[in-house]
Every structure is written in C-alpha cells, then in structure tokens.
C-alpha cells in the first residue's frame, strides 16, 4: 500500500477511534485501553531528550541538565534558553526575523509533567521568553500573557529588557521591504521554531516551544508555537508531541493535543505523526506544496517519532548517551 493511501486510511481510523472511546467504552474499559496504549514489555528508555531540527548544543545542554538529576522540567527550559541566546538562528529569540514593521516579537510556551502550562505572546524586548511562560506558569493563576502585560511582567520578574533586532535580521528585513511580499510560506528546509521534550531519571515528561514566529508576519500575528494542544502537548500518563513549521496549519488540527491522543489509543509516536500530517495533507483542496509542518513525540517509554510533510526537516535526540541529529521521514515523495 503506498504510503499516501495508507495515511490518508490512517488518519480517517485515528478519528475515528478516538471519537469512539468516550462514547463506546466504559469508565472502566477507558482507563484500561488507556494503560494498554502504553504498556510495553521493553525497558523505558530515560533520560532522553528530542528536539526539532538542528539543535545540537540546545538538547546536550538539556541532556546535561538531566544527568545532573534535573527535572525534565529545568531541562528543557535551559535547552530552549541556548536556541533563544543564538543570534544567528533568526527566528528564535535574539536576532530573530522581525515583523513587517521592524519589531521581533516572540511566543514561547512550556508545560510540565503535572498538566501545568504558562506561556507567553507577542513579546518585545525579552531574549528568553522560555523562562518567563514558565514564571507565568509558576507565579500567577493564569497560563497566558500577551504583549505589553507580559513584557511588563517579565520585567517585574527581574528580565531586562534589550534590542532584540540584530544588525543581520535588520539587513534582511530592509532587504524584504524593497518588493514587501506578504507570503507567509515556510521554507521547507529550514529551522524556524525549536519544540523540545524530555524524560528525566524518574519517568517524568516535560516540554517546551519558543520562537519569532512567522518572518514579516502582520503584527500581532501569533502562530502555534504557544497555543497548547497546538504547538505543543504533554500528558505525563502517555507522552508529549511538539510541532513546528506553518503554525496556521497546525493549529486547524490541533496537531500536538492530536499525536498525544493517538498514542494514548495505542499508536506509536511514529504512527501518530504520520497520521497527525495526514489529518493536514489530506483536507479537500488543501495545497501543502508550498509550506512545512514538522513533528515530533516521544512516549511513556521513551520511543519517538518524527514526521513532515517534505524532505530535510531534521530533529536532534539523545538516548542511550548519544546526542545525533536525524532526517525526519516525510509524506511528500512525489
């Protein structure tokens, strides 16, 4: 069966089952369908970390953390700091590509192993936007802060404020303004966002999105990256996914929260991305020719998966005391 058909099939069954389970099944036989889906006979794999595309620094920072004995937690809040502190990555905290008008904005969310979630929307003047989702987290009743509120709240939490356009960013986005083409197309190949999860010592799930969002976006533009359920999700019971790329269109299927419940009805993280890509690639009239959508998940036991819908996104993961860098499979072979 060629693999269009068979994702196409699998995406309308995933649907389908998980549709059915609060309907068909008893409180009972839905709590042991939810143990079966993780249930293995192989030896969890921990500590492990997994990131999407080329981040090798951010996840051995991150697997660092954890063989130190830190939560899951504090690792992917300290991998997510280095991505944001790069400045030649533009498109992650400082030096990221700005919006129309010249301003970075940055989005970050994290979430925890408890179910806790805090992030943060259209930040100005903060590098590590990570750190202050998890203060938001942590130190108010809320899970979100957007703009102006949320910087004056990082500054209240002792973050200093500072340009966050670069002389390059800068360069390109003068360089943009000559034709001002507003397409917002994702280039297939290349690092826009890092998602990041990780399991400690002790079993525990954790994980985290930051990014400048969209290059030349309309200002106030928000993507995926802080929304959860669509940029990210973790459920300590089953696993976590995180996506990346095109957010507008992950947010319409709500891809992460999607994988998270596929794993939870049995899937393997490798099955519930390539269904979770599906569920995109194959909406009626949908064109994905000209955008990217990445994932990635990991389970209770520390197996992964990783999916796009065309060539060259890659995710970094260490397990088994090794940090490597991987070419995702991809649904567009044509």
């Not at 970075?104 to 100005?124: E, Q």
């Not at 999105?209 to 669509?230: E, M, N, Q």
């Not at 019971?237 to 095109?246: F, H, I, R």
């Not at 709500?254 to 939870?264: A, T």
Request: hydrophobic letters at 40%.
């Amino acid at each position: 069966m060629k693999r269009r058909n068979f994702i196409k099939k699998a995406s309308v069954t995933g649907l389908g089952i998980v549709a059915a389970s609060s309907t068909l099944l008893s409180c009972d036989e839905t709590k042991s369908a939810e143990k079966t889906a993780v249930a293995t006979t192989l030896k969890p794999v921990r500590p492990l970390v997994i990131a999407t595309w080329k981040t090798d620094l951010a996840v051995e920072t991150a697997a660092a953390y954890l063989a130190k004995g830190a939560s899951a937690l504090d690792a992917v809040e300290q991998g997510c700091r280095i991505e944001e502190a790069n400045e030649k990555g533009q498109s992650v905290g400082k030096g990221g590509l700005p919006d129309r008008d010249g301003n970075v904005t940055l989005d970050a969310c994290i979430m925890d192993s408890k179910g806790n979630y805090g992030a943060v929307l259209g930040v100005k003047n903060i590098k590590h936007v990570i750190s202050v989702a998890r203060k938001v987290m942590e130190d108010t009743p809320h899970v979100m802060l957007v703009a102006e509120g949320a910087e004056q709240f990082a500054v209240s939490k002792g973050f200093k404020r500072e340009n966050l356009l670069t002389e390059a960013s800068k360069k390109a986005w003068e360089k943009w303004k000559v034709k001002s083409e507003y397409k917002p197309i994702i280039n297939i190949e290349n690092h826009d966002t890092i998602g990041m999860l990780a399991v400690d010592k002790n079993g525990n799930i954790s994980g985290a999105c930051t990014t400048s969002g969209l290059a030349y976006k309309l200002p106030g533009r928000v993507g995926d990256s802080p929304i959860i359920g669509g940029g990210l999700f973790v459920d300590n019971e089953v696993g976590g996914a995180s996506a990346t790329g095109l957010g507008e269109e992950v947010l319409k299927t709500v891809g992460s929260f999607l994988i998270v419940e596929l794993m939870r009805q049995g899937k393997s993280p490798q099955e519930a991305c390539e269904i979770a890509i599906g569920r995109i690639v194959n909406k009626p009239g949908k064109d994905f020719k000209n955008f990217q959508v990445g994932y990635i998940a990991v389970n209770k036991q520390g197996e992964t998966g990783a999916y796009s819908i065309h060539q060259w996104f890659s995710y970094n993961i260490f397990k088994n005391g090794e940090n490597k860098n991987l070419q995702s499979d991809y649904f567009n072979k044509a």
